[in-house]
């Protein structure tokens, strides 16, 4: 009788871990968020991206470059085809996006484009184009050299390291040298349910260049995009299933401080900078869990998220953009340029829409 009343107990101990860690990953992805509709003026989907635009960045003059074709353990892919990088350029007004072809001994058969990041050397004018490149379900950083005038990336190098094991996105401060956040604790696919299950807050921020590759943040639930602010002094990283965005500053010694959160409400995923006014901007996943399930008859909504003065007192959020899954389905980047925003997803579409 005294084993069974052990056994009852911690069958009941058990119902009832997994009853709260249920209730708390409802609060990790938002499953109870409903959406309204908030539309921008004259929005367009762009033409010739189908199967995402998972990062975009932008040029001082107007090139903005895509990360598409993602295949993500866990996500829906609808193209076995290998991923590309297309450029944009937002100042010709039939906004077509032209392939980049890549030149150099690179394995273009496993291309599995995430997040990306430009580098413009001032000692040369040189473009570098970092992409956060995931063949056969592995993580590496790819760098490449923008030319121009043949509408190409040269491959430079590939980097591959033991921290840099789960790579979600990046943002360059030199010629060879990042900083990237892991967007998981551990490498095995089971494992990686474990984590959010569990709440493990053991993601990370690398920095990496040929002389030093170290861990110079962590205790994020799951890191995904990052950022820096227009004077090189912080990084914004986004904790997405903790619905925050992190301010750090850089020390000398390239290990960062902790300075601030701001709370946004939503699963914001890249984040790009203002380069005049400082402003963020997130494409977001309104409710997680529609992300995990994608039903294409209750499909993941999309969502655009600002933040103005982020480093005041009082920093102003502001929803820009939602969408119920009607028209762009989950949403994961938001880049300003000339009074235009484009909005990039996942693994579906992409959309441009006037701010004004």
Not at 60 to 78: I, Q
Not at 117 to 142: C, L, M, W
Request: with cysteine; net charge negative; aromatic share 8%.
């Amino acid at each position: 009788m005294g084993k069974l009343a052990v056994l009852s107990l911690a069958v009941v101990a058990l119902a009832v871990l997994i009853g709260e860690r249920l209730i708390s990953l409802r609060h990790l992805s938002l499953s109870y968020r409903e959406l309204t509709q908030n539309y921008l003026p004259n929005c367009h989907l762009i033409e010739g991206i189908d199967f995402g635009a998972e990062d975009i960045t932008i040029l001082e003059n107007g090139l903005a470059f895509l990360s598409t074709g993602l295949k993500y353990p866990g996500l829906p892919s609808y193209s076995d085809d290998p991923g590309k990088i297309y450029t944009l350029n937002l100042l010709d007004s039939k906004l077509k996006i032209k392939a980049l072809s890549i030149k150099g001994q690179f394995d273009k058969d496993s291309f599995n484009p995430h997040g990306i990041s430009v580098y413009t050397d001032d000692k040369d004018g040189a473009i570098y184009v970092f992409v956060v490149n995931h063949p056969r379900g592995k993580s590496q950083v790819e760098i490449f050299r923008f030319v121009e005038n043949e509408n190409a990336l040269q491959y430079v190098k590939t980097i591959k390291h033991e921290l840099l094991h789960n790579v979600n996105d990046i943002v360059a401060v030199g010629a060879e040298s990042f900083y990237a956040t892991n967007d998981h604790y551990f490498t095995n696919e089971i494992l990686k349910i474990v984590e959010p299950f569990l709440s493990l807050p053991w993601c990370d921020v690398i920095y990496f260049s040929p002389d030093t590759v170290q861990v110079v943040a962590g205790g994020f639930l799951s890191a995904n995009g990052i950022n820096i602010s227009p004077n090189k002094r912080h990084l914004y990283v986004s904790n997405i299933l903790k619905h925050t965005i992190v301010v750090l500053e850089i020390q000398k010694n390239t290990v960062l401080s902790h300075v601030k959160e701001v709370d946004v409400g939503s699963l914001c995923d890249n984040i790009e900078v203002d380069r005049e006014s400082g402003d963020l901007w997130m494409g977001c996943h309104p409710n997680g869990l529609k992300c995990v399930f994608h039903d294409p008859n209750d499909p993941p909504g999309s969502e655009v998220i600002k933040i103005e003065n982020i480093l005041s007192e009082k920093p102003q959020v502001t929803q820009v953009y939602a969408d119920d899954g009607s028209v762009i389905i989950a949403s994961s980047m938001a880049a300003p340029y000339g009074g235009k925003l484009l909005i990039g997803t996942v693994y579906q579409k992409a959309l441009i829409c006037d701010l004004k």
